[in-house]
C-alpha cells in the first residue's frame, strides 16, 4: 500500500495530466505564460528529487534512507509530468512501477531484519550476508533494482535523462545529475554494508516465520520478473497508452537495448543466488592486518604490540548533508517556485506574452 498505492496517487494524476503541460509548452517553444505550469512543476519535483537524495546520504536508520528515497523518487515523476514529452511519461511510467515492487521489498526485507537483528540501523547490518544469507539477498537485490544497471529504475531514469536533455532546460539536468550521484552514493552504502563477510556468526534466519519468506519471496519474483519483461511491458502496455494520449510512439530507451538489459538480469540474479545453501569451502581464519587475537571480535595486535579492534562505518556527512540543513532550503526554494509561477499567473504580465 505505502510503496505503491498510497503515495502514487498524486504523482499519478500530474502524469494523467502531463498532456496538458505537454500542449502549453510546445517543448518550452511556446510563450511565457503557457509554460510557466509546466516549468513549476518541473522545478519543484526536480528540487525534490537532488535535495531529498541529499538528505538520504545523511541518514542510518534504513527505513528513514527508504522514506526519503521514495520522497526522491515521486520529485522525478513529478518532473516527468511537468515536462510531458511522450518520452518522459514513458519513462515515469517506469519509475512508477518499479519504485512500487522494488521498494515493497525492501521494506518487508528491513521489517524482517529489524525483528530479528533487534535494529533498522543501517550500522547493524554487519555481516548479514553469513547471518541472514537469503534476507541479505534480497534485500541486495531490492536495492540493485533501485540504482544499478541493468535493473528497472536504472533503465527509467536514464529514459528521463534523455527526455530532459531534449527540453534544453539546463536547470532540470543539473538537478537530476546531481540527485542521481547522491542516489548513488546512499545505496551504494548500505549495499557494500550488506556484503561484508568478515566472521562466522552464528545464523539469526532460523527465526524468521514462513509467512515473511511467502510475502519477502513474492516481491523478489515480481522484481525479477517486470525486470526481465521490461522489453514486453513497454510493447505491450506502456507504449499503446503512451499512442493513445500523443498518437505517437516513443520509448526513452531502444528495444535492442531493453532486451540486452533483460538478458543481463537473467546472470545477475543467478549469480547472486547461486551461492545460498551449504558450502564445501575450507573457511579459514579472518586477516585483520596483524596478529589475529579473537576473530569473533574482530581484534588483532597491531604494529605497536597494541590491541586494536577492526571496524567498519560509513560516511553520513551530517554536516553537510543533514536534514537540518537541507529541508529549509528545499522549502524556501519550492515556496518560491510556487508563489511566483501563482503571482505571474494572477498578473498576466502581459508584456511577456
Same mark, same amino acid.
Given at each position: 500500500?505505502?510503496?505503491?498505492t498510497?503515495?502514487?496517487?498524486?504523482?499519478? +494524476? +500530474?502524469?494523467?495530466?502531463?498532456?496538458?503541460?505537454?500542449?502549453?509548452?510546445?517543448s518550452?517553444?511556446?510563450?511565457?505564460?503557457?509554460?510557466?505550469?509546466?516549468?513549476?512543476?518541473?522545478?519543484?519535483?526536480?528540487?525534490?528529487?537532488?535535495?531529498?537524495?541529499?538528505?538520504?546520504?545523511?541518514?542510518?536508520?534504513a527505513?528513514?534512507?527508504?522514506?526519503?528515497?521514495?520522497?526522491a523518487?515521486?520529485?522525478?515523476?513529478v518532473a $516527468?509530468?511537468g515536462?510531458?514529452?511522450p518520452?518522459? =511519461?514513458w519513462?515515469a511510467?517506469?519509475?512508477?512501477?518499479?519504485?512500487?515492487?522494488?521498494?515493497s521489498?525492501?521494506?518487508?526485507?528491513?521489517?524482517?531484519?529489524?525483528?530479528?537483528i533487534?535494529?533498522?540501523?543501517?550500522?547493524?547490518?554487519?555481516?548479514m550476508?553469513?547471518?541472514?544469507?537469503?534476507l541479505?539477498r534480497?534485500?541486495?537485490?531490492g536495492?540493485?533494482?533501485?540504482?544499478?544497471?541493468p535493473?528497472?529504475m536504472?533503465?527509467?531514469?536514464w529514459?528521463?535523462?534523455?527526455?530532459?536533455?531534449?527540453?534544453?532546460?539546463?536547470?532540470l539536468?543539473?538537478?537530476?545529475?546531481?540527485g542521481?550521484?547522491?542516489t548513488?552514493?546512499?545505496?551504494?552504502?548500505?549495499?557494500?554494508?550488506?556484503?561484508?563477510?568478515?566472521?562466522e556468526?552464528?545464523?539469526?534466519?532460523?527465526?524468521?516465520?514462513?509467512?515473511?519468506?511467502v510475502?519477502?519471496?513474492?516481491?523478489?519474483?515480481l522484481v =525479477?520478473? $517486470?525486470c526481465?519483461? =521490461?522489453?514486453?511491458?513497454?510493447?505491450a502496455?506502456?507504449?499503446?497508452?503512451?499512442?493513445?494520449? /500523443?498518437?505517437?510512439?516513443?520509448?526513452?530507451?531502444?528495444?535492442?537495448?531493453?532486451?540486452?538489459?533483460?538478458v543481463? &538480469? &537473467?546472470?545477475?540474479?543467478?549469480?547472486?543466488f547461486?551461492g +545460498?545453501?551449504?558450502s564445501?569451502?575450507?573457511?579459514?581464519?579472518? /586477516?585483520?592486518?596483524?596478529?589475529?587475537?579473537?576473530?569473533n571480535?574482530?581484534?588483532?595486535?597491531?604494529?605497536?604490540?597494541?590491541?586494536t579492534?577492526?571496524?567498519?562505518?560509513?560516511? /553520513?556527512l551530517?554536516?553537510?548533508?543533514?536534514?537540518k540543513?537541507?529541508?529549509?532550503?528545499?522549502?524556501?526554494? $519550492?515556496?518560491?517556485?510556487?508563489v511566483?509561477?501563482?503571482?505571474?499567473?494572477?498578473?498576466?504580465?502581459?508584456?511577456?506574452?
Open positions: 500500500m505505502h510503496s505503491s498510497m503515495v502514487k496517487a498524486g504523482v499519478f +494524476l +500530474l502524469v494523467k495530466l502531463a498532456p496538458i503541460f505537454y500542449a502549453g509548452t510546445a518550452f517553444s511556446g510563450n511565457f505564460m503557457t509554460v510557466m505550469p509546466s516549468l513549476m512543476v518541473v522545478l519543484v519535483g526536480g528540487i525534490t528529487f537532488a535535495l531529498c537524495s541529499f538528505m538520504a546520504i545523511s541518514q542510518s536508520n527505513k528513514r534512507v527508504l522514506a526519503y528515497s521514495t520522497i523518487n515521486l520529485g522525478l515523476i $516527468c509530468a515536462v510531458g514529452t518520452e518522459a =511519461i519513462a511510467t517506469f519509475l512508477v512501477l518499479f519504485h512500487a515492487i522494488a521498494k521489498l525492501l521494506f518487508l526485507c528491513v521489517g524482517t531484519a529489524e525483528h530479528h533487534g535494529s533498522r540501523d543501517i550500522e547493524d547490518m554487519d555481516l550476508f553469513e547471518r541472514m544469507p537469503r541479505a534480497f534485500m541486495m537485490l536495492i540493485m533494482c533501485m540504482f544499478i544497471a535493473f528497472g536504472l533503465i527509467a531514469k529514459a528521463t535523462l534523455v527526455s530532459f536533455v531534449e527540453t534544453g532546460n539546463i536547470a539536468i543539473i538537478l537530476l545529475a546531481f542521481s550521484a547522491a548513488f552514493m546512499f545505496w551504494g552504502k548500505w549495499l557494500g554494508k550488506l556484503s561484508g563477510i568478515a566472521a556468526p552464528e545464523n539469526d534466519e532460523v527465526t524468521v516465520h514462513r509467512s515473511e519468506w510475502s519477502i519471496s513474492l516481491m523478489a519474483v =525479477i520478473a $517486470c526481465i519483461a =521490461i522489453p514486453a511491458i513497454s510493447w502496455i506502456v507504449e499503446p497508452y503512451v499512442y493513445s494520449v /500523443y498518437g505517437t510512439v516513443a520509448a526513452g530507451i531502444a528495444s535492442d537495448n531493453l532486451w540486452i538489459a533483460s543481463a &538480469v &537473467v546472470f545477475i540474479v543467478i549469480v547472486l547461486a +545460498l545453501g551449504k564445501k569451502a575450507r573457511k579459514v581464519d579472518v /586477516y585483520l592486518s596483524g596478529v589475529s587475537i579473537d576473530n571480535e574482530r581484534t588483532f595486535q597491531n604494529s605497536l604490540s597494541q590491541e579492534k577492526a571496524t567498519s562505518r560509513n560516511m /553520513y551530517d554536516s553537510i548533508f543533514g536534514e540543513l537541507i529541508a529549509p532550503v528545499g522549502t524556501i526554494m $519550492c515556496t518560491i517556485v510556487i511566483a509561477s501563482f503571482a505571474i499567473a494572477a498578473v498576466g504580465l502581459p508584456g511577456l506574452m
